[in-house]
């Protein structure tokens, strides 16, 4: 299968972080090998500043090895005060070696789905609040 259909893309957050997360686009439809943006959006809820930090899933696992994230904000946490809005993209592609894997021939679908979790609110220093740190373009 040539061209790889990353459908179902889900995100969700558990309830004690209390932001709403969820995909902009829930079907993306891209060649292998060929390098594609999805947008999130989080939205924090709460009256206070949170962070959290997101894990993912590929399924079926096996396509695993062939997926290749380029930017993803799962890799560092995130920050979000009070009522703040955020678009958070990841930039991905599936490797076109997928192709010649024989196990893998009749899979065209994929699974990509976040879960952001809480972390412990970290103190911001004066220097930190005055460079913005945290907040987001």
Not at 89 to 104: H, R
Request: aromatic share 10%; net charge negative.
């Amino acid at each position: 299968a040539s061209l790889a259909e990353v459908t179902d893309v889900a995100a969700g957050s558990l309830l004690s972080l209390g932001w709403n997360f969820a995909p902009e686009q829930r079907q993306v439809r891209m060649r292998m090998g060929e390098i594609a943006q999805i947008a999130f959006r989080a939205e924090n809820l709460t009256g206070a500043p949170t962070t959290g930090t997101a894990t993912f899933n590929v399924t079926p696992p096996q396509v695993g090895a062939y997926f290749n994230k380029i930017t993803c904000f799962c890799f560092n946490e995130q920050k979000l005060q009070a009522g703040e809005t955020a678009e958070l993209p990841i930039v991905l592609f599936v490797d076109a070696a997928m192709d010649a894997e024989p196990s893998l021939k009749y899979v065209d679908t994929i699974t990509l789905s976040y879960t952001f979790f809480p972390l412990p609110n970290r103190p911001m220093t004066t220097a930190a609040v005055a460079s913005g740190e945290g907040n987001r373009p």
